[in-house]
Nanobody, 127 residues
Framework: QVQLVESGGGLVQAGGSLRLSCAAS????????MGWFRQAPGKEREFVAA????????YYRDSVKGRFTISRDNAKNTVYLQMNSLKPEDTAVYLC????????????????????WGQGTQVTVSS
């Protein structure tokens, strides 16, 4: 059974930083792309960033480019999201997910592309 556990969320002032982690177990983590999504109250889940299985490709939503960085450590079965220059509009529950396809460089931005999901970690940015 695949498990994804996010951590690192919290309350931060605008302009601050947080580093989210997503620890995976139950499958060959290094074979699959990983994505971060977020969902604010009353809003649809939206793509934030994703990384291919071997870190060869990354992709970001426009509003976080230059502020967020996704990375992964396949030896630790963990994917990270470094978030800098946070804004109040970044406030949401952040969830990580695994792509359902193995060894694919192409990045998926639709939630339908992802198979397993974590429970999420809350990020709150105060103004």
């Amino acid at each position: 059974q695949v498990q994804l556990v996010e951590s690192g969320g919290g309350l931060v002032q605008a302009g601050g930083s947080l580093r989210l982690s997503c620890a995976a177990s139950g499958r060959t983590f290094s074979s699959y792309g990983m994505g971060w999504f977020r969902q604010a109250p009353g809003k649809e889940r939206e793509f934030v960033a994703a990384i291919s299985w071997n870190s060869g490709s990354t992709y970001y939503r426009d509003s976080v480019k230059g502020r967020f960085t996704i990375s992964r450590d396949n030896a630790k079965n963990t994917v990270y999201l470094q978030m800098n220059s946070l804004k109040p509009e970044d406030t949401a529950v952040y969830l990580c997910a695994t792509d359902y396809r193995r060894f694919v460089q192409a990045i998926g931005v639709s939630p339908e592309r992802y198979e397993y999901w974590g429970q999420g970690t809350q990020v709150t940015v105060s103004s």
